[in-house]
């Protein structure tokens, strides 16, 4: 059943705003807000220069996820005869922005649940760098102590794939540092204030993207993509000797050798010659 004033089918709508140009506004989204009965925003301020633009009059509500449940509740009650539209400030909800839990409650309500696809700076700032973008992963934002942050980047340095994170001026610098200690000195671009009057893409190896934003933080929403690990090292003689003396304690010399060739890459005949010597 469509609500009456909205003509909408009741449900929640995950809209997808302009990271920055009100122009990427699309036409289905503008749609959504000037006809939803009632739109769920982080901000109203930030909200209502979107909503003008789109020509909506439509009631705000503010909500994030660290909104009592109760809120969340009564948005989710709403649903059952209502059009409710989710807005974050900037791009897509959901990503590194409120709403999952929104999102959790109203499918468990059993609620119509419909996304409008639209801007997202970490998909837009991988397609400004140049990078792979056959495999990525979403970091979102960096703890802010060192030691939390560090840990962090060790947990994905020797993930083949690049890697996209969320970042702010004041806190570049210190990002970059760490991410050059503990990923190595690897491709990456920095991209600021995408879509906006002063967008801007730099890349480099990360130790030249440190030394340019180490005395000079810039301002604006900041996304560093950072390249995959190059290839490894062949391994050693050593290496392989040590892998089939470990499976050797476990296996047949067969399989033994079998396994060792799977894990490093090596040609099993020759590994196993190699283990019966060993073995011998």
Not at 65 to 73: K, M
Not at 81 to 106: C, H, M, N, Q
Request: no cysteine; glycine share 8%.
């Amino acid at each position: 059943m469509e609500t009456e004033l909205s003509g909408l089918e009741p449900g929640l709508y995950i809209v997808a705003g302009p990271i920055g140009n009100l122009g990427d506004l699309t036409p289905r989204a503008a749609e959504i807000l000037r006809r939803a009965d009632v739109i769920a925003v982080e901000d109203t301020r930030v909200s209502a220069r979107l909503l003008r633009h789109a020509g909506s009059d439509r009631p705000m509500l503010p909500y994030h996820d660290h909104s009592a449940d109760h809120v969340r509740q009564r948005l989710v009650d709403r649903m059952a005869s209502e059009s409710v539209a989710l807005l974050s400030d900037a791009g897509t909800p959901l990503i590194s922005d409120p709403g999952y839990k929104l999102v959790r409650d109203a499918r468990a309500a059993g609620r119509k649940i419909t996304t409008l696809p639209g801007p997202s700076a970490a998909i837009s700032a991988l397609t400004l760098s140049g990078l792979p973008t056959d495999r990525f992963l979403f970091m979102g934002f960096l703890p802010s102590k060192a030691k939390a942050r560090g840990d962090a980047l060790d947990e994905v340095a020797a993930l083949r794939a690049t890697l996209v994170f969320y970042e702010s001026g004041p806190r570049l610098a210190d990002s970059l540092s760490a991410m050059v200690a503990h990923l190595g000195d690897r491709d990456a671009s920095v991209s600021r204030e995408i879509s906006k009057a002063f967008e801007e893409t730099a890349t480099g190896p990360l130790t030249a993207l440190f030394a340019r934003y180490a005395d000079a933080p810039p301002k604006g929403e900041i996304v560093v993509i950072v390249g995959p690990p190059g290839e490894a090292p062949p391994p050693s003689a050593e290496d392989a000797d040590a892998a089939l003396l470990e499976a050797m304690a476990r296996l047949p010399v067969s399989k033994a050798a079998g396994e060792v060739a799977r894990k490093l890459g090596l040609d099993r005949r020759t590994l196993y010659d190699r283990a019966m010597e060993l073995k011998g």
